[in-house]
């Protein structure tokens, strides 16, 4: 029962913790744009550039045989 005494106080602690960063995090912008970052991770493309062969010539390098 003693236990109370402590966990009562560190739960309200806690509840004031979360509400003040969701706050911060509404104040800073945090939930402006809830779907953009979705489409910008499918839409990004990761395959590297490949430079072209002529401009590779060019540069007194040998092409990568694996390209």
């Not at 402006?32 to 060019?58: F, H, I, N, S, T």
């Amino acid at each position: 029962m003693e236990i109370l005494y402590l966990l009562i106080p560190l739960s309200v602690v806690l509840v004031f913790l979360i509400g003040i960063a969701f706050w911060w995090s509404l104040r800073n912008g945090q939930f402006e744009d809830m779907e953009g970052p979705g489409y910008r991770v499918l839409m990004d493309d990761d395959r590297a550039q490949k430079k072209p062969a002529q401009k590779v010539a060019d540069e007194g390098q040998e092409p990568a045989a694996n390209e």
